[in-house]
């Protein structure tokens, strides 16, 4: 297993990889082993290999009628985080691919999904989704009362 990915409060013991990176913001901190060499550059690289599929997409969603109110069509990581998830995805499945193992910490619940269905990522709990209502308390939120109308 050259990747594993983890939440940054679930980091394994050091003997279980050669070396750590943490992706799209994650704060953390591994004692005893070295980060990965040129993250930087490598991260670089990998959106220079995605540019053009990134685009593709992009120009096709760019040509559908609503496209003026969609913000992943611009190709743009100020505003969408498309790119930033193709780029990672592309990365981690580079280092699955090499030698030493390699400690992935993300802590962005869909990216993390994203990566966890990477080739050769074992991959542990991933972080939870926001929250999100039940259908049947959209009404009620909607309405801004608690408690359902009296009948009869």
């Not at 990672?88 to 280092?95: K, S």
């Amino acid at each position: 297993m050259p990747v594993l990915l983890q939440q940054s409060k679930h980091v394994p013991p050091p003997a279980s990889f050669a070396r750590w990176c943490v992706v799209a913001g994650t704060e953390a901190t591994v004692a005893g082993r070295p980060y990965l060499e040129n993250a930087a550059e490598r991260l670089e690289a990998a959106f220079d290999a995605i540019r053009d599929a990134w685009w593709a997409i992009g120009r096709a969603l760019g040509a559908s009628p609503t496209a003026e109110l969609a913000h992943m069509p611009s190709c743009g990581t100020y505003t969408s985080d498309f790119g930033v998830m193709m780029a990672w995805a592309r990365l981690v499945g580079a280092l699955a691919k090499e030698p030493p193992a390699t400690l992935v910490l993300c802590d962005d619940p869909w990216l993390f999904r994203r990566l966890a269905s990477v080739s050769g990522v074992a991959a542990g709990p991933a972080p939870a989704l926001p929250f999100a209502p039940p259908r049947r308390w959209r009404g009620r939120a909607a309405s801004g009362t608690t408690t359902p109308p009296a009948i009869g």
